[in-house]
């Protein structure tokens, strides 16, 4: 899993979401690639969805953050 933030402060991964209204986000938010395991127990569900657009900038950042971790 990732992060979705609102915060101001920038990581130079952040991916900002365009199509925040039609993922069901009230305000601006970014992507932000800090990630981690959740057993699936503790996921509640579905919130939104990332528009195409967005849902392929996220895999591309995705991609980049990899790279460069290995």
Excluded: H, Q, Y
């Excluded at 992060?3 to 979401?17: F, L, Q």
């Excluded at 932000?32 to 579905?46: E, M, P, V």
């Amino acid at each position: 899993m990732t992060m979705i933030t609102s915060t101001g402060t920038d990581w130079p991964s952040d991916t900002m979401i365009e199509g925040g209204r039609e993922a069901g986000l009230n305000v601006p938010c970014k992507v932000r690639f800090k990630l981690f395991t959740l057993d699936d127990a503790l996921s509640t569900g579905r919130l939104g969805r990332l528009t195409k657009r967005d849902a392929n900038a996220v895999g591309n950042a995705l991609g980049l953050v990899l790279a460069s971790s290995g």
